[in-house]
């Protein structure tokens, strides 16, 4: 082969190729032409199933590489067809079979070696996978374990708890059955003693109804009768009366000056109110109209809507009435007894038109300024100063007063007073009027207690008993009683007056027992006063009667 090759290289000019690696990668495997391809290397692959020793003859390559170029080729075999390969070609066709080959044998190894180390790591992967599938499996049959634990203790907690609950249920249930029972024991033993304390009040107050009534009829009784008994009485309604007087003064009074609206309404019945009073006559007619007149201010007064501002403007007015009727008192009927009774005709007038209110005002004031209205003397308080004392007596104390002057006082305040008490209500009702579908006696529960008849009496026992009976102008009192309600009183007790008159006379006139006993500086007054009783106590004891020194004025004009 080698010595073909050398022949042929004369025939066929070439330089061998320096580098045949670098072709090899340029040339890209051909495809088979059909055509026959001498094999132009000496290299042989053991693996090469076809040698060129086996190739038939007529494909055996001509010899080409002779040193003689210019020698005619004698074989004819070894021309080359015109449409085969030449060596070369065939060569380098071989060298890439081969390194084909062995880059396929070399893949071959390396994706054996990958699919051995591919096959270890899933071997690994597959111990991984069962040896965490184990932990796995452990960790949750521990979780799955400890979740039954934790079922089993909390049913054992929650069935634990429910007997402890059904536990306390049953003893809540017991306790509050015994607390039931003792509840209704508890409530059957207050109704018992509720039942025995409504029986026992009940008695109480049946008993303390009768004595009520016991005391009652022998308070009246006594305040008939007379004695150290009666005082207590009459320091009861002494209070009573100052208290009201107290309300007028630290109420109504203060709320009015502090309201410049109600104090100007205030002033305007002021200057109605005043000079009614002192235009006040004794005949019907103008008794009927002063009574209508001022009570048409009373009546604006009371129908303010204003509760509040009612009250004040109502009991502020009232006030300054009675202010106005014992003013009158003081100064003209001490001189003129007739002149209280259109006074009083026209105070009950009013009662009985609505104004109850006037009665408690005007006995509330004529306590303060004549105590003696009560038939009773106050008695002096433990802290109560010389001062303090002669202003509860009715004693002027901005001023200068006599004995005298302050006698003749509390004889006018007291004759409004028994004018009062005399006055028949139907007279008054006569020249006044009653308010529409009002009857006089249910006009009549108006008046209060202090104002009606019953009084003359009360005032007459309490006179007669000591200590009042040794006070120095009880005489004097006693003269005005007489002169102003003595008829009336004669009218009304009968017998009774004759005997109280009459020991009046006897014990109290002739025995000296009526005034002080030891009086000094007011011998004169006393013994004027005393002499001036006497005559009318015996004027009525020879007559029976009192007209002839009963004051006039008695009959309206």
Avoid at 536 to 546: M, R
Wanted: charged share 30%; glycine share 4%.
């Amino acid at each position: 082969m080698a010595s073909r090759t050398a022949k042929r290289a004369p025939s066929a000019p070439r330089a061998e190729p320096a580098e045949p690696a670098p072709r090899m990668a340029a040339v890209a495997p051909r495809r088979p032409t059909g055509r026959y391809v001498y094999e132009s290397s000496d290299e042989e692959s053991d693996t090469d199933p076809v040698s060129w020793r086996d190739m038939p003859r007529s494909r055996v390559p001509l010899a080409l590489d002779s040193d003689e170029e210019d020698e005619p080729t004698a074989d004819l075999s070894a021309v080359r067809l015109a449409n085969e390969l030449d060596p070369w070609e065939m060569w380098e066709a071989d060298c890439q079979r081969k390194a084909w080959t062995s880059t396929q044998r070399t893949n071959d190894r390396a994706v054996q070696e990958v699919a051995e180390l591919l096959s270890h790591f899933q071997l690994q992967q597959k111990e991984t996978e069962r040896l965490e599938r184990e932990s796995f499996d452990k960790r949750n049959a521990s979780l799955w374990e400890g979740i039954e634990q934790a079922i089993r203790d909390a049913e054992k907690r929650a069935a634990h708890e429910a007997e402890q609950l059904a536990n306390a249920r049953r003893r809540q249930e017991q306790a509050e059955a015994e607390a039931k029972k003792a509840r209704e024991a508890e409530l059957a033993r207050i109704e018992r003693e509720k039942r025995a304390a409504e029986e026992e009040k009940a008695r109480a107050a049946a008993k303390e109804k009768e004595l009520a009534q016991l005391a009652q009829k022998e308070g009246a009784y006594n305040a008939m009768r007379g004695g150290e008994r009666i005082w207590p009485i009459c320091a009861k309604e002494l209070a009573h009366w100052q208290c009201e007087m107290k309300t007028i003064k630290e109420e109504i009074l203060p709320a009015v000056a502090g309201n410049p609206a109600w104090r100007k309404q205030c002033f305007a019945a002021k200057r109605t109110i005043t000079p009614k009073i002192g235009q006040l006559t004794n005949t019907s007619s103008e008794i009927a109209r002063i009574t209508g007149a001022i009570g048409g201010v009373l009546q604006e007064a009371k129908s303010v809507p204003d509760a509040a501002a009612q009250r004040c403007l109502y009991y502020w007015m009232l006030n300054h009435l009675a202010k106005c009727l014992i003013r009158q008192a003081e100064q003209e009927v001490a001189a003129r007894q007739e002149t209280a009774y259109p006074l009083a005709r026209t105070v009950l007038g009013l009662v009985l038109l609505g104004h109850g209110a006037l009665g408690d005002v005007l006995m509330a004031r004529l306590v303060k300024k004549c105590p003696y209205v009560l038939g009773y003397v106050p008695e002096r308080p433990k802290d109560a100063d010389e001062r303090t004392y002669r202003k509860m007596l009715g004693f002027k104390l901005d001023q200068e007063e006599t004995t005298h002057m302050y006698v003749s006082r509390m004889a006018g305040i007291s004759a409004l007073y028994f004018a009062c008490l005399q006055t028949s209500l139907e007279s008054v009702a006569a020249c006044s009027g009653l308010p529409p579908n009002t009857s006089l006696p249910d006009a009549a529960h108006a008046v209060p207690e202090a104002l009606r008849p019953a009084r003359l009496w009360t005032w007459q026992v309490r006179c007669v008993t000591p200590p009042l009976a040794r006070q120095s102008l009880v005489p004097s009192l006693w003269c005005t009683f007489l002169e102003v309600a003595g008829m009336a009183t004669q009218q009304r007790y009968g017998r009774q007056a004759h005997k109280l008159w009459t020991l009046l006379l006897e014990q109290g006139v002739r025995a000296k027992q009526l005034g002080p006993s030891d009086a000094s500086g007011d011998n004169e007054a006393l013994h004027a006063a005393r002499v001036r009783l006497q005559l009318v106590l015996e004027s009525w004891q020879k007559t029976h009667s009192l007209a002839e020194h009963a004051s006039a004025g008695r009959e309206m004009e």
